[in-house]
């Protein structure tokens, strides 16, 4: 029996370093706050002051043509492209996840705990996503969306 557990150490000990390393964020450039609300989103953009909003979905009544039915927002998030991108998740009420599945951003947004994780967008467009825990009855109504643009169009973005 203590052969296997030596074994079992051995392979125990880098892997939980390399789980410590992927859990450490590099050098954010932007710090984005999302509170999960029912039933709605809530951004802060914490570098910045005094930009936030409320992330509603749009009702089926008032979508135009290009618009995705129970996918869009009437406020999107605008990220930066090629940047190291910080999420701050947490909840005002109930277990939220916020999760964009084409970034591969999973987060658990829990009232009373702050979760975070960081992710990279290398290419310009929209990424959806939606609260993928069973927060309640309309918790599919929760949609997100960021949109990824150039850095030099977030600075205009962010100066008006």
């Known amino acids: 029996t203590i052969l296997p557990a030596i074994i079992l150490l051995f392979i125990a ?7 410590y390393l992927l859990d450490e964020i590099n050098q954010p450039l932007i710090t984005l706050k999302t509170i999960g609300h029912q039933w709605y989103w809530s951004y802060e953009y914490s570098d910045f002051m005094n930009i936030e909003f409320d992330a509603y979905m749009i009702p089926t009544n008032e979508l135009n043509m290009n618009n995705f039915r129970l996918l869009d ?11 190291q991108i ?15 599945p084409a970034l ?3 987060v658990d947004g829990t009232p009373g705990r702050l979760n975070q994780t960081n992710f990279f967008m290398n290419r310009p467009g929209l990424f959806y996503g939606q ?19 150039p850095t030099n169009i977030f600075i205009k973005w962010i100066m008006n």
């Open 13 to 19: 000990f880098p892997s939980l370093r390399l789980l």
């Open 73 to 83: 927002v009437d406020n999107r998030v605008i990220l930066p492209m090629n940047s």
């Open 86 to 100: 910080r999420i701050l998740v947490t909840a005002a009420d109930v277990i939220h996840s916020w999760t964009i």
């Open 104 to 106: 591969g951003v999973k």
């Open 131 to 149: 609260c993928s825990e069973i927060c309640g009855a309309n918790h599919s109504f929760m949609p997100i969306v960021i949109e990824s643009i």
